[in-house]
């Protein structure tokens, strides 16, 4: 009976939550559970993308993608533009919310050019930094020769492509880490650097001691995010290399768009994506759970 | 342990305002100084300037006889209790209390044995682990202080530390406080703008006003000889009753004539009333609600009416509206608490201050 009655307590509101969850609940269901449910079940068949019908086959796709070599060299490709990214763009952008914090004339102006790139759309960032690569009178190059160095190929070498692309992704969301970075620092109580100074603490203690640890929530906040984003990156390797010279830039995220859109073998290419999910998941579950050795709220 | 002096310390702003005015002040080794005033007044900025948090606009400070303006804070091996304790988050009790001498690279095991010493001294042992998070105000208050006193600094400074903390907690700080002074033997400055802690813990008090300091003396001293009237107003309570009289001669005794009466003047403050020209003038009076007595008719220098009365158990405040003025008395007199009653008062006559009511500086000291 109380049994009952407990039960009846829990579950009589269920309509009227549901009612309030429903709307944010629709586009979560239509726009991202199924469509990873549909891809994890379309990874089991060999759907060409354009064909009503398709076949069952199991595991295959998994099979023949792990015996793919440029299965591996993508996930290689992935895990160098991730970590060419990620460290940068956090350190770069500690480093830029450092040199701002302090107020001073055009300070206001000067975050605001670095935020910029973040809020142009990448596609046109592409292009501009494509034509800065231009191998014969590029900026780039022009830059380089002036200081006395050879000029570099750029996107048109598979030695530099990777690292191009990297710099183009990581000014992009420099004035983001910034930002959060400069929002974080502000935070940190002024008593703290006063009491450490008082306890002997030089500038350098003082930032790894009291700085560091303060705006570890938005250092672990912008390596997820970082993350994230170097994993789903398209629209600056589109634009930029197209996965080549050689496939140098193709990451995981582009094999998948090579093996569905363009090679017409969804199924497999379904399969890369479900890794990707996988993989994604896994990064973020090790990252929350290093977390609470580095991470102090 | 350390002598402090200021010379004509100074600390102006970029916009110009100046919050600390030229102030001469010496700090003897040992000694438990108190910097009072109301806020504003620039007692904090001082003790900032001592502890190298704020640089010093003009004049000398000096400690153990060498000029420190410019050394470090972290050179001076001063010491700094924080009202908001500014205890670092992210590290544990242990942490926080060892963070100055990891600093110092002083042994591991040497450190486990301070630290464990000086939680042991100031009842943190059982904390050790947690972080500032997880304490109450007072155990975050013992932190600050543990992390102040494992250093062996030369000199403790405090600022408002007790203020954070509720009225019960804080006379148990402040007792706690007290006997950490006498088994440290050590400098303390520490700011409050409360007299309460200002009068029981210090051996000398500094009160301050604007940026200048009104009077520097013994807890004694100062509320028996304050030097001017802020002074006397700001120290004691309930604050002193100041009146206007006219002082007046009859019959060679110099009298202080009230609205309602006159009160003698004691030999030794006639003389000084005398001597300063004061007969046929007009002064400010001040006495203490408790040298304030109920009386007869005939012996009153002020009559008015019960206003408000508090009763504190063994004595009672009695507010009394005498026309424009209200005289207060702390007594243990109970046949007066009735509102609305006239009553008749007068003065301990050895305890009355007269002030310049130009200058407002104490005439009779």
Redesign the interface.
């Known amino acids: 009976m109380r049994a009952k009655r407990k039960y009846r307590k829990r579950y009589d509101k269920l309509p009227i939550v549901l009612l309030f969850v429903l709307p944010a609940l629709i586009p979560l269901i239509v726009f991202w559970i199924y469509p990873i449910l549909r891809s994890i079940w379309l990874s089991f068949t060999n759907w060409d993308f354009i064909s009503p019908t398709y076949k069952i086959i199991g595991l295959k796709n998994y099979q023949s993608l792990f015996k793919n070599p440029r299965f591996f060299e993508a996930l290689w490709h992935t895990v160098v533009f991730t970590a060419g990214t990620l460290f940068p763009t956090i350190i770069l952008g500690l480093i830029l919310a450092l040199l701002l914090v302090k107020p001073f004339r055009g300070n206001g102006i000067l975050k605001f050019i670095l935020f910029s790139p973040w809020i142009t759309p990448t596609v046109a960032i592409s292009i501009v930094w494509s034509w800065i690569y231009k191998t014969d009178g590029g900026i780039a190059n022009t830059i380089l020769t002036a200081l006395g160095m050879s000029p570099l190929k750029w996107i048109a070498s598979s030695d530099t492509a990777m690292l191009s692309v990297i710099i183009v992704t990581v000014w992009k969301s420099l004035g983001y880490a910034m930002i959060f970075y400069l929002s974080a620092l502000e935070r940190v109580?002024g008593?703290?650097y006063?009491?450490?100074?008082?306890?002997?603490?030089?500038r350098w203690?003082q930032f790894f001691?009291?700085t560091l640890?303060?705006i570890?929530p938005t250092t672990f906040f912008l390596t997820i995010i970082t993350m994230v984003n170097s994993l789903q990156a398209y629209d600056q390797i589109q634009v930029l290399t197209q996965g080549g010279p050689a496939g140098s830039t193709r990451t995981l995220l582009y094999m998948y768009y090579q093996l569905g859109f363009q090679e017409f073998n969804m199924g497999q290419a379904t399969a890369v994506a479900v890794i990707m999910i996988i993989l994604t998941a896994g990064l973020s579950l090790i990252q929350f759970k290093a977390s609470e050795k580095w991470v102090?709220y | 342990m350390a002598e402090i002096i200021l010379k004509n310390i100074t600390k102006e702003y970029e916009n110009g305002f100046q919050a600390v005015k030229h102030i001469d002040l010496e700090i003897k080794d040992n000694e438990f100084v108190i910097l009072v005033g109301p806020s504003g007044c620039g007692k904090s900025t001082t003790l900032r300037m001592i502890?190298?948090?704020e640089d010093i606009s003009e004049g000398d400070l000096y400690l153990d006889g060498v000029r420190i303006n410019d050394v470090?804070?972290?050179?001076?091996d001063?010491?700094?209790v924080?009202q908001?304790y500014?205890?670092?988050?992210?590290?544990t009790v242990y942490q926080n209390i060892a963070?100055?001498l990891r600093?110092?690279k002083v042994p591991k095991d040497e450190i486990d044995r301070r630290v464990k010493e000086v939680a042991s001294s100031l009842g943190l042992t059982d904390l050790l682990d947690r972080k500032p998070g997880q304490l109450s105000g007072g155990q975050k208050q013992r932190v600050a202080m543990g992390?102040a006193i494992i250093?062996h600094p030369k000199a403790f400074l405090m600022d408002e530390p007790l203020s954070n903390l509720d009225a019960k907690l804080r006379g148990q700080m402040r007792v706690e406080i007290a006997d950490l002074y006498q088994r440290l033997n050590t400098t303390f400055i520490y700011v409050t703008h409360d007299q309460t802690e200002a009068m029981t813990l210090g051996t000398k008090i500094v009160v301050m006003r604007d940026g200048e300091i009104q009077q520097t003396d013994n807890p004694t001293n100062l509320f028996n000889y304050p030097a001017n009237k802020f002074v006397a107003g700001f120290i004691g309570t309930p604050t002193m009753n100041f009146f206007d009289a006219e002082v007046v001669e009859e019959n060679g005794q110099v009298w202080l004539k009230t609205k309602d009466g006159k009160i003698r003047a004691t030999e030794e403050k006639a003389a000084k009333l005398r001597e300063g020209n004061w007969i046929g003038k007009a002064v400010t009076g001040g006495i203490r609600p408790e040298h304030t007595v109920f009386c007869s008719e005939e012996e009153a220098a002020f009559k008015g009416e019960v206003s408000v009365f508090e009763l504190l158990g063994s004595n009672a405040i009695i507010y009394v509206q005498c026309g424009d003025e209200r005289i207060v008395l702390n007594t243990d007199d109970t046949v007066h608490q009735e509102h609305g009653k006239s009553v008749y008062m007068k003065v301990k006559e050895s305890r009355l201050h007269i002030f310049d009511p130009e200058t407002e500086r104490t005439i009779t000291n």
């Open positions: 109580p008593e703290l006063e009491a450490g100074a008082l306890d002997g603490a030089s203690h001691d009291i640890p303060s570890s102090h | 502890a190298g948090l470090s804070p972290q050179n001076r001063i010491a700094m924080f908001n500014a205890l670092y988050p992210h590290m963070y100055s600093i110092k992390r250093r």
